[in-house]
């Protein structure tokens, strides 16, 4: 039995590393998964005291115990972390996971990092979702702002058929920041809103990520990004096919985790702390 740990969003906020932390030193599993969105808004150098000294702290305390740690960035993560993350991986604190797999047992986990164009102005983590459409209200990648030279124009769905390849992945687990599009997952409080009378689609995960699942049927993956989904839709979980899908965002104080196992992933709780 595998038991992992799944927090997204965290946004830089010092009570909820504080209690993720808890209890991590409380009860800690044998994965900790961290979807994205890692750092303060403006500050991205506060988590290296917030994310960085922690782990340091927790990998001294724990010893042998201490978790494999999979992260991955978010939209709100400036391109320009990338190397508090590098220099964290060399210190064996983390594995940044995103456009990458690293095999655990049986399994194996992907990760990938970005999301379709939205609103925000910082794009170092947006692509084109399965072609160049964009949204209502929504900021074309090339038209908003980076932190860090845009490396090739390439869509979702060739990232995501780049990063698996023709893997087996029956047994895969998929570490997310963009959800699905169309389920309880990415839906947003945009519902009803106009831009240039023109109405706002609700749902705001990725297509490319949906037929992914649809097609490879991975299984488990896990998401972000979308805060309000689960209050809105009333589940924070969704089967797709033989694929189960969890979202750990939350718009809530708490800090929003999920506890499961990766023998048997139906039985993942939420908890809010």
Known sequence: MTRCLFASDLHGRRERYRKLFAR???????????????????????????????????????????????????????????????????????????????????????????????????????????????????????????????????TIREELESLAGEDNLSAAVFLFHAPPYGGPLDLARIGGREVDHAPMDAHVGSIAVRRFIEARQPLLTLHGHVHESSRLSGSWRERIGATLSFSAAWDGPELALLDFDLEEPEAAERLLL
């Open 24 to 154: 991590l030193r409380e009860d800690p599993p044998a994965v900790l998964l961290l979807g994205g969105d890692l750092s303060p808004q403006g500050d991205p150098g506060l988590l290296e005291l917030l994310l960085g000294d922690g782990c340091r702290r927790l990998k001294r305390r724990l010893g042998e115990r201490y978790p494999l740690l999979l992260l991955i960035p978010g939209n709100d993560d400036p391109g320009t972390l990338e190397a508090d993350l590098e220099a964290g991986e060399r210190e064996g604190l983390w594995r940044c996971l995103h456009a990458r797999s690293l095999p655990f047992g049986r399994h194996r986990f992907y990760g990938y990092a970005c999301i379709p164009p939205s609103p925000f102005l910082l794009k170092d983590w947006e692509r084109y979702d399965v072609s160049r459409h964009v949204d209502v209200g929504c900021v074309p990648p090339e038209e908003g702002w980076h932190s860090v030279p845009a490396g090739p124009s390439r």
